[in-house]
C-alpha cells in the first residue's frame, strides 16, 4: 500500500485552483456592490484605475476602504469592510500578501460572497479561510480585466478571443 503523501508543497508551488471562465463570469453577473480592500487615491496604483474603470464601466456600487483615506474620485472612503452600509457581493483586495487572511476573515465576517484577490497575490491560507466560510475565491486576477473580458472591453482593440496571453497566436 502506498504512503499518502502528508507533507505540505514546496514554497511558491500553487495546488489551489480557481474557478473557470464561466464561473467567473458568473460572480461578475451576479455581484451588485464591491469593496476595494486598499484602495489608493494615487492615479497611478492599480487600485485607483481599477476603481474608476468599475464606476464608469460597471452597475456595480463601488465602495473604497483604506483607513488612511477620507475620499477616493470623489467617492467617500470606509476605515473597514464592517463598516460599510451594504454588505458588498465581492470582496475585491488590493494589499499585501501576508495581509489577505486577515481581509480574508473580514470579508467572512461581513458575510460577502466573493472574495478577489488581486493580479500578482496569492495566498492559499486566504483561499482556504473563504472557501471553508462557503465563499467564492479567485486569486491572481485582475476584476478589471475579467469584466472587459466578459464584457467586450477587449474588443476595443480588435481582440476578443476571451483569451489573454502575450504569446503570439499561430494563424492558419
Same mark, same amino acid.
Given at each position: ?75 467617500? &472612503?470606509?476605515?473597514?469592510? *464592517? @463598516? /460599510? =452600509?451594504? !454588505?458588498?457581493?465581492?470582496?475585491? &483586495?488590493?494589499?499585501?500578501? *501576508? @495581509? /489577505? =487572511?486577515? !481581509? ?69
Amino acid at each position: 500500500m502506498a504512503e499518502k503523501n502528508t507533507q505540505a508543497p514546496a514554497a511558491g508551488r500553487r495546488t489551489w485552483e480557481g474557478p473557470s471562465a464561466g464561473q467567473r463570469l458568473q460572480m461578475l453577473s451576479d455581484a451588485r456592490s464591491i469593496a476595494i480592500v486598499g484602495a489608493s487615491a494615487k492615479p497611478a496604483r492599480a487600485s485607483n484605475f481599477v476603481g474608476t474603470y468599475l464606476l464608469s464601466s460597471s452597475s456595480l456600487r463601488v465602495y473604497f476602504i483604506n483607513p488612511r483615506e477620507k475620499e477616493i474620485l470623489g467617492h467617500p &472612503v470606509y476605515a473597514s469592510l *464592517e @463598516d /460599510l =452600509p451594504e !454588505v458588498p457581493d465581492i470582496v475585491d &483586495v488590493f494589499r499585501r500578501n *501576508e @495581509d /489577505l =487572511p486577515d !481581509v480574508a476573515r473580514e470579508a467572512v465576517a461581513i458575510g460577502a460572497k466573493t472574495l478577489w484577490i488581486q493580479l500578482g497575490l496569492w495566498n492559499e491560507d486566504a483561499a482556504k479561510i473563504a472557501e471553508d466560510a462557503g465563499l467564492n475565491v479567485v486569486m491572481d486576477r485582475c476584476i478589471k480585466i475579467e469584466h472587459a473580458r466578459f464584457h467586450g472591453g477587449l474588443n476595443l482593440a480588435g481582440f476578443n478571443t476571451g483569451v489573454i496571453s502575450s504569446k503570439r497566436q499561430k494563424l492558419d
